[in-house]
């Protein structure tokens, strides 16, 4: 069955062509299409498209579909093109005549705009929650080991002391930045767009104030030609808030990679979380960590990907559209999991003590014995040479006394500002 369906049979290999995917991928906005159909056939009623009776069956009608979906027992047949096509089969398959009447002053174009922003609004709720959660961990991570001390790199050279204190809450802090990008993509979807039909507006009177407060968004696209051209800005935003959360992730990913190995051995997880070699008995292999890096790389693509698809498209519909749904969803079920395994990892982490004694780091302590002789008069120049002269003949001889204590630093971390950041943003 499709909408626009006019007597006549599409040939298969351009029907295969046309519907791509849409079918598997429309069941995850089945549940938000009866919601704006359900706000639809309300405000119709309101404006005397449709009786009350009639209103009383449609209302019925999709409570039923709705319950199927629920139970997981809704289901996109090959005979019909999309959800919108299928659930308003359904609707007229259970009420009659009735069901007839929902598509009244509406296009698919604005139907799958209130899908996808009722969909963007719960998932990014949900990618907001699962990084709070991520959060917390790396937190309560850097107030159990703030003393245990931990090579600080620059170059990837040894470069000054840090600590894992300092390590984990940087990471947490990080995700601060990552949440307002979140929050922008929560904005931009919290528009309604029912209402702007095939882009260009209807001419029944309408009110879209009442689909507005019904959907629950915080405004509406009001311009029905700016809430077409929604369709495929939302998608990149969301790309890019994504991108930006998987830049944070895939960078511990590299962190934990590089502290386990041999060479650092600075962490460790349990045998059980690690994954072994066919030939070589003795591995143990961070294969988790290694595919959150190769994931949250792939995801920092999503948004080229969407706009090599876009970029040049003039104002109002266009089939091209349709490919999206793939990167959108893909990306957001992948950061989920993603944040999910980064966050179960974490609570197995496995922090090494004293690190620091051996004596390979031990001029991690040079500018710590600069600022020294600076506090006890010698200028900062005279300082850098002398410590720089004692380091080429190999007299270097450091006491390892560290002792930071401004905002930010190993020896005040400001914990609670960054959860007072974090919960601000949140």
Not at 162 to 173: I, R
Not at 226 to 252: D, H, N, P, V, Y
């Amino acid at each position: 069955m499709k909408l626009w369906a006019k007597g006549y049979a599409t040939e298969n290999i351009v029907e295969k062509f046309t519907v791509g995917n849409d079918r598997i991928l429309d069941e995850k906005l089945a549940k938000f299409d009866v919601l704006g159909n359900i706000a639809h056939a309300k405000m119709l009623c309101k404006i005397g498209i449709l009786s009350k009776e009639e209103l009383t069956k449609i209302l019925d009608g999709l409570k039923i579909i709705q319950t199927q979906i629920e139970n997981g027992n809704f289901e996109i047949e090959e005979q019909f093109e999309d959800v919108h096509s299928k659930i308003e089969f359904e609707l007229v398959k259970l009420i009659g005549e009735a069901g007839k009447k929902i598509h009244t002053a509406r296009s698919r174009n604005d139907q799958v705009l209130v899908d996808l922003h009722l969909y963007v609004k719960e998932e990014i709720s949900e990618i907001k929650s699962l990084t709070k959660k991520l959060f917390y961990t790396l937190i309560s991570l850097a107030e159990k080991h703030k003393k245990q001390l931990l090579p600080g790199y620059t170059h990837m050279q040894i470069a000054m002391p840090s600590s894992f204190g300092l390590w984990f809450s940087s990471y947490a802090e990080s995700l601060v930045d990552d949440l307002l990008f979140l929050n922008t993509v929560y904005q931009i979807s919290d528009q309604n767009p029912l209402g702007s039909a095939a882009g260009y507006g209807s001419s029944f009177p309408i009110d879209r104030k009442m689909t507005t407060e019904l959907l629950e968004f915080e405004t509406m696209k009001y311009n029905v030609v700016a809430a077409q051209m929604s369709r495929g800005k939302l998608e990149k935003s969301i790309g890019f808030s994504i991108a930006s959360l998987a830049g944070t992730l895939s960078k511990f990913a590299s962190d934990v990679c590089l502290y386990m190995s041999q060479n650092f051995n600075f962490i460790s997880f349990p045998k059980e979380l690690t994954t072994g070699s066919s030939i070589m008995p003795h591995k143990q292999n961070p294969d988790v960590f290694e595919l959150i890096r190769a994931k949250c790389n792939k995801l920092q693509n999503i948004p080229s990907e969407i706009m090599m698809i876009t970029n040049n498209l003039t104002s109002g519909y266009h089939r091209d559209f349709q490919l999206l749904k793939e990167n959108l969803m893909f990306s957001i079920d992948e950061i989920k999991e993603v944040l999910e395994v980064t966050e179960f990892m974490l609570q197995n982490i496995q922090v090494k003590d004293s690190i620091l004694e051996n004596e390979m780091y031990d001029y991690l302590y040079s500018v710590e014995e600069v600022n020294k002789m600076v506090l006890n008069g010698i200028s900062f120049r005279d300082a850098y040479q002398i410590l720089g002269k004692e380091i080429l003949e190999g007299n270097f001889k450091p006491t390892k006394e560290i002792n930071h204590t401004h905002e930010g630093s190993i020896g005040n971390l400001c914990l609670e500002e960054i959860v007072e950041k974090f919960e601000k943003v949140f």
